[in-house]
C-alpha cells in the first residue's frame, strides 16, 4: 500500500524554503542525491522513484541521475518531519555528491572534511 502526501495541509514550506512533509509511520526515508539539467540536491525519499517525483515537483525539472547517499548534502530541498518532532535535517557531511551517490557507506578511505 503505498501513501501519498499531497493534501496542502501536509505540505508545508519551512523557513529555508524547503519542502516540509509529514513522515509516513513505519516508512523509513533515506537521503538521494538527485541532479537535473541545471540543479541538483538532497532529497529524502523512501526510494528513488519517490526521489525522482519529488525532485521534478520541487525543481520542476526531471532528474537526469539519482541515487542514495550515505550522508546528506547540500544543498537540502526537503525535509520530512516525524510525529516526535524530530526532523529529516542533518548536518551536510557528504562533500562529494556526485562521485558518493549510489553507496551506502562512504566509498572513500579518508573523510573529505580532512
Known sequence: MSEQRTTKDQVWADQFGRRCSKAIPGVYEGDHWCVGATKKGTI???DEAAA???FKEITGEDAVKCGRLPYGAHPSLNVIVYESGSTSAQGSFC??????MGYSSCPKRRACSE
Open 52 to 54: 525522482r517525483a519529488l
Open 95 to 100: 562533500f562529494d555528491p556526485d562521485n558518493c
Open 44 to 46: 529524502c525519499a523512501r
